[in-house]
């Protein structure tokens, strides 16, 4: 058999992708020229959404296995490299679409009713499979957020919510992590002891400071106060699960500690995979906030206070998701927690060994 030869256009399918540009203004005589740009930037962001998701499959799968060998997390830190160099061409699309000014949109913006981009299944699923809680949803009117999605994609997106997102994998993993208990060495115990020292430490120096008042040496050691209060409940696993059942953590003791340990000690060979690995996983945070900030600003220079086509508060329900839509805050804000490294308890030599690249559990 002979091969037919492999047409450019063919394989890409560019027939189809480059005839999909249907203006709804032209269905009523009057075209409105900016409407071209509106469905092909949309059309764009839903392609690059399809390329997050099939990466981020790939780093749910390697996360996924009973055991996560070294090599897999310098891949997984590849998957998301390229996660967030597309994340930053999603934000740059947002200064293309504000090439068309308020008044060009007014120019088919009835046509879109009551479309929206609340109905991109792929971005919902997308939210999912990072570990958005549904709970932390805004709801969109009164209604759940799926009843917004057609029904042919309604059921992919339903199934990913019971599905094992990046963040409850992430969590299983650093519960996982082998390196918090070595024998002779207990890091969690040393930890906690440099960290109280270092904070009575710090408390003799504000009652001692001859540059203070009275009244103001009790306001900085109330403000102390509240730093001793929030490193004991980081400490304490009572506390810390009190604080996840109440909603104010998700992340598990055991795993914030692992995450800790790897963002102190990530000059160790065997922890730069991890510790690229979280911060990568804040990289992703933080630039979809980024776009979500964008979108909403966008929106709000489009059409001022006007409710959005598919029935949305519009800028404010954008701006709302933009605070509230974070997944991994909790590594971020793990830097409340970081202690200078002259304070760091040393690793004994045979620990430094173990975590070499020659490490063996």
Avoid: C
Avoid at 168 to 184: I, K
Avoid at 229 to 237: G, N
């Amino acid at each position: 058999m002979t091969k037919k030869p492999l047409n450019y256009s063919d394989y890409l399918k560019l027939e189809d992708i480059l005839n999909s540009q249907e203006l709804k203004s032209a269905e009523r005589g009057a075209p409105a020229h900016d409407e071209m740009l509106f469905i092909i930037i949309h059309q764009v962001y839903e392609l690059w959404f399809k390329q997050v998701i099939h990466e981020l499959n790939s780093v749910l799968d390697i996360f996924g296995k009973r055991s996560v060998v070294e090599s897999d997390v310098s891949l997984a830190v590849a998957r998301l490299d390229r996660i967030i160099e597309i994340q930053k061409i999603l934000i740059d699309q947002v200064r293309v679409l504000e090439t068309m000014t308020a008044m060009d949109f007014l120019e088919f913006r009835d046509d879109l009713f009551p479309s929206s981009g609340f109905q991109s299944a792929q971005f919902r699923l997308l939210e999912n499979k990072l570990g958005l809680p549904k709970g932390n949803r805004i709801n969109y009117g009164k209604e759940d957020y799926k009843t917004a999605i057609i029904n042919k994609e309604k059921e992919q997106v339903e199934r990913s919510e019971s599905e094992r997102s990046l963040f409850e994998l992430l969590e299983n993993w650093l519960e996982r992590t082998p390196f918090l208990s070595f024998e002779g060495f207990d890091f969690w115990e040393q930890y906690s002891e440099a960290v109280r020292s270092m904070l009575a430490k710090e408390k003799e120096v504000i009652k001692s400071n001859p540059n203070y008042s009275d009244s103001e040496i009790e306001y900085h050691l109330l403000e102390h106060q509240r730093a001793v209060d929030s490193f004991e409940a980081m400490i304490d696993p009572k506390k810390h699960d009190q604080l996840v059942k109440k909603n104010k953590k998700r992340l598990s003791h055991k795993a914030t500690q692992a995450a800790l340990l790897i963002f102190l000690y990530r000059e160790e060979p065997i922890l730069h995979s991890p510790f690229n690995f979280l911060s990568r996983l804040m990289d992703m945070d933080e630039l979809f906030t980024t776009w979500r900030q964008r979108h909403a600003l966008m929106v709000r220079r489009m059409i001022g206070a006007k409710i959005g086509t598919g029935g949305s508060s519009g800028h404010a329900y954008l701006q709302a998701t933009a605070d509230r839509y974070k997944v991994f805050t909790e590594l971020a804000d793990l830097s409340t927690f970081f202690i200078p490294r002259s304070a760091l308890p040393e690793l004994p030599e045979h620990i430094k060994q173990n975590l070499g690249y020659h490490f063996k559990s």
